[in-house]
């Protein structure tokens, strides 16, 4: 005991703490690149890497035996300890990506005999056999001929041709499943046959013939009318697909090749994510394209830039997330404030102004014409698809750039993006990632969707960034509508404990880290029942260590709330800014928090942090961002020195 209250009064001693603001700073900016802008790594699971080993077998690429080793090392060191693999560090079974992993594993050379293997057969048996995978796996066992064409849904190419007006359209899914699926209907269109060099099948993970199963069964997310209408018009359309004209599929085919193509994006890829990507250069070789037709060589070229390679590891990213990191990151060094800092951010910030999208419109206009495009991606390049939380972070922290350094030069660039985020708000008061009420929720019924993501509805965490962005340029409730209508959204989303949802990030810390910051810029009195609630209920989910944690199982679809979990740096620094934000900069479990990060601290001025604690699709797919220790620690600790120095207690911008 004696010793953790010397670790207190050291960690709440002054200097002890600008010190720490110190080195984290300086860790920080050794990380920036030469041209201004900052990127970290992007890890997800398991499922990306063993796709792209099975990607290079698909085409029967020449076999790169070091890389391959080195992938393999990385599915084996994430192997769980219950003989999977899971989504997340220390996280349950998963089904998907157990076979997966596997089969990447068996493809790469590992023996079935090996314990690994053998361990990772019997997880997989055990839980009833590789057909419980999902519909992406099953689509990529049935071109290994793995499993049949039956095995999947029927996904007509044909689609593409729909109107607007019809129950589905590709406008009005989200935009992760329109870019994925387009190509993945020319695919199912054509039934082509991986090339397989090695012939390696993986039967042995069927409790059956793999050959003879059939549909997946209902997801538990799905509605079982719903399920079981749509069900039907598969059996339908798996019987009268053969008969479509072969000239009205032609057509299909030509316009999913017009929108891919108006979409490909260079060397950053269609959307700027794996899977659209890897399904484009399946596509162009089903369709008889050679590795050196354009289209697919720079696609292809464009999934060997998400590599990380190390020297005894390699992965694949899931995408790539510059504008994110460089806007965050400039946040936390403004926060910090040095002489450094603010010259650092600036050149980050500079960066980011020719990334903004003045010309493209993108597929977001379909429901908002009138909207000029002004957003800003989260890579490098995706013109077609700008995101509304990597805006909204950018023109508040170009805002605060002006006006508290009184730089200028960004003055249109926050305009514009003021002026698209204004125009993207959904009817009901909130704010969606990449579209506008994207409401169709009957569609995450379709066999399809068994992962339950199919759209992109408003949510709590995007619906607070754009309110704090907006009331950080000075609109309140009483002089915006928008603001008015999306404080009102975010009243009614509060859950009874007082927390909110993150979709975007891990998950009621995250969620209510988001809120609390949009709440406070848009003037609710801190003594806001919904405030004093959110504030409340953060300071009691504390760990006993002084930090925060949250595990991905509160995602589960029978709610139950924030789930404990090992405390992490960067849900730490959520709760501390949430806490702040609220006025509690004085309470207790803020120097806790602050006293967990201090202690935790590495040599190099930075956080370890192994645990996921973003979010890609609840429930499916996770994110690990390497930059989130890095920098929100360091934004949580100068926040805390800051408002300590002052009288108002205050926080006075938007996050």
């Known amino acids: 005991m004696d010793s953790v209250n010397a670790t207190s009064r050291e960690a709440l001693d002054p200097s002890s703490l600008e010190s720490s603001i110190a080195s984290a700073t300086q860790g920080v900016l050794g990380f920036q690149q030469p041209d201004g802008h900052w990127v970290f790594e992007l890890e997800a699971d398991c ?10 077998h698909y085409l029967a690429e020449p076999v790169d035996t070091v890389l391959e080793a080195k992938i393999g090392n990385y599915l084996r060191r994430v192997q769980g300890a219950h003989g999977g693999w899971p989504l997340v560090h220390d996280g349950e079974f998963d089904m998907s990506a157990s076979v997966k992993a596997y089969f990447a594993l068996k493809m790469i050379g590992d023996s079935i005999d090996a314990p690994h293997m053998v361990r990772a057969r019997e ?52 935009y992760w499943a329109r870019t994925t699926m387009v190509p993945l209907m020319v695919i199912a269109a054509l039934k082509p046959r991986a090339k397989n060099p090695k012939g390696v099948g993986i039967d042995e993970l069927f409790l059956q013939d793999p050959r003879s199963i059939g549909m997946t069964a209902k997801a538990p997310h799905q509605s079982m009318a719903w399920f079981l209408l749509f069900r039907s018009l598969d059996a339908i359309l798996r019987v009268i697909e053969p008969m479509f004209p072969k000239s009205l599929r032609k057509r299909a085919i030509d316009a999913a090749l017009a929108f891919i193509e ?18 484009i250069v399946m596509m162009y070789d089903a369709l008889g394209r050679d590795a050196n037709y354009p289209p697919r060589a720079i696609t292809r070229r464009g999934i060997d830039k998400l590599l990380v390679i190390r020297d005894d590891e390699a992965y694949c990213q899931p995408c790539v997330s510059p504008v994110w990191d460089t806007t965050l990151t400039a946040h936390a060094l403004l926060e910090a404030g040095n002489a450094q ?39 490098y390049n995706n013109a ?28 249109a660039a926050i305009a514009r993006g003021r002026e698209w985020i204004e125009g993207m708000q959904s009817d009901d008061g909130g704010w969606a990632a990449f579209d506008v009420n994207n409401l169709e929720y009957y569609l995450n019924n379709i066999p399809f969707s068994d992962h339950g993501a199919l759209l992109d509805p408003p949510t709590e965490d995007v619906t607070a960034r754009c309110i704090s962005m907006l009331a950080q340029l000075g609109e309140t409730e009483k002089s915006s509508k928008q603001v008015a209508d999306g404080v009102a959204y975010l009243r009614k989303t509060q859950h009874p404990e007082g927390s909110w949802y993150g979709r975007w990030g891990m998950n009621f810390i995250y969620g209510t880290w988001s809120v609390l910051c949009a709440l406070n810029m848009a003037g609710v009195d801190h003594k806001d029942p919904m405030i004093r609630k959110a504030a409340a209920w953060l300071a009691s989910i504390q ?33 501390l800014l949430a806490l702040m934000a609220a006025g509690e900069v ?13 202690a935790t601290q590495n040599k ?24 989130y220790p890095k920098f929100f620690p360091l934004w949580a600790l100068a926040r805390y020195r800051n408002l300590r120095n002052t009288n108002s207690r205050v926080v006075g911008v938007g996050m």
């Open 586 to 598: 004085d309470h207790p479990a803020v120097a806790r928090g602050v006293e967990y990060l201090i």
């Open 384 to 411: 077609h698809y700008p995101d509304l939380d990597d805006t909204a972070v950018v023109v508040m922290s170009m805002d605060r750039m002006r006006r508290e350094h009184g730089v200028t030069g960004y003055d």
């Open 341 to 379: 800092a603010v010259p650092a951010a600036k050149r980050g910030l500079d960066w980011l102004i020719p990334k903004q999208e003045l010309e493209v419109k993108g597929d977001w206009a379909a429901k908002r014409p009138d909207v000029r495009p002004g957003g800003w991606a989260f890579q």
């Open 604 to 627: 190099k001025g930075l956080w370890d942090e192994q645990r996921y604690t973003a979010t890609g699709f609840p429930r499916v797919f996770y994110l690990r961002y390497h930059g």
């Open 543 to 575: 760990n006993e260590d002084g930090g925060w944690g949250e595990d991905a199982v509160s995602y589960r679809l029978d709610y139950k709330g924030w789930e404990a979990a090992p405390s992490t740096a960067s849900q730490t620094a959520w709760a």
């Open 123 to 174: 997880a997989i048996h055990a839980r009833g056999g590789a057909i419980h995978s999902n519909v992406f796996t099953r689509f990529l066992l049935a071109t290994f001929g793995v499993v049949t064409w039956s095995a999947v849904p029927v996904l007509p190419i044909e689609i593409v041709l729909l109107p607007f007006w019809s129950p589905f359209h590709l406008n009005k899914i989200s």
């Open 262 to 279: 108006e979409r490909l994006n260079g060397e950053d890829g269609m959307g700027a994510i794996y899977p659209p990507m890897a399904n």
């Open 47 to 56: 499922t990306i890497p063993a796709e792209y080993i099975l990607l290079r």
